[in-house]
T-cell receptor, first 112, second 113 residues
Framework: EAQVTQNPRYLITVTGKKLTVTCSQN?????MSWYRQDPGLGLRQIYY???????DKGDVPEGYKVSRKEKRNFPLILESPSPNQTSLYFC???????????FGPGTRLTVT | GEDVEQSLFLSVREGDSSVINCTYT??????LYWYKQEPGAGLQLLTY?????DMKQDQRLTVLLNKKDKHLSLRIADTQTGDSAIYFC?????????????FGAGTILRVKS
């Protein structure tokens, strides 16, 4: 089944403890992206990747890192999480930039 | 600027039509999208319209685009309880570095039986 998977789906952590949210797609898509969803703000793009080893900042990249070493994976790294990064995170992928984006199920992160 | 606005909440009775409205500010959009988010799930693309079209119909869904007023609407005919969800309007903007998707804050649709 063609899909985007994220792990974990739920995570509660403490300030400053490094964490990684994984994202994987099995559709051989070139383009991948991370968004955060906050009430009243919709989805805002954190980082995106046009292809392997090609990543760039979105609208709200501060406090996040990404890597794209393989086409299928696009992990989101929070080196030192803070409470303002408590949010619902979505990974998405598309065949290429500008094509329909397929979204993962989301990761709900709480930083205390 | 890049801004997409939607009303926050809509309540309708089962069987009625629902109309969700969206306005945007950037006239350089290439495509406009409607996504549906059910509780605990990711976003699912419902339908889209190319920016040079006025209308698109897809079964119970009708999308109307007024480019002059930068207004997009989604009409759901014969609304069912399974249509209860959050609906996001989004526009795709072509930038030097690629396409950018800008989302509205979402409209919560509640369908009463």
């Amino acid at each position: 089944e063609a899909q985007v998977t994220q792990n974990p789906r739920y995570l509660i952590t403490v300030t400053g403890k490094k964490l990684t949210v994984t994202c994987s797609q099995n559709m051989n898509h070139e383009y991948m992206s991370w968004y955060r969803q906050d009430p009243g703000l919709g989805l805002r793009q954190i980082y995106y990747s046009m292809n392997v080893e090609v990543t760039d900042k979105g609208d709200v990249p501060e406090g996040y890192k990404v890597s794209r070493k393989e086409k299928r994976n696009f992990p989101l790294i929070l080196e030192s999480p803070s409470p303002n990064q408590t949010s619902l995170y979505f990974c998405a992928s598309s065949l290429r930039d500008g094509y329909e984006q397929y979204f993962g199920p989301g990761t709900r992160l709480t930083v205390t | 600027g890049e801004d997409v606005e939607q009303s926050l909440f809509l309540s309708v009775r089962e069987g009625d039509s629902s109309v969700i409205n969206c306005t945007y500010t950037d006239s350089s959009s290439t495509y406009l999208y409607w996504y549906k988010q059910e509780p605990g799930a990711g976003l699912q693309l419902l339908t889209y319209i190319f920016s040079n079209m006025d209308m698109k119909q897809d079964q119970r869904l009708t999308v109307l685009l007024n480019k002059k007023d930068k207004h997009l609407s989604l009409r759901i005919a014969d609304t069912q309880t399974g249509d209860s969800a959050i609906y996001f309007c989004a526009e795709s903007l072509l930038r030097e570095y690629g396409n950018k998707l800008v989302f509205g804050a979402g409209t919560i649709l509640r369908v009463k039986s």
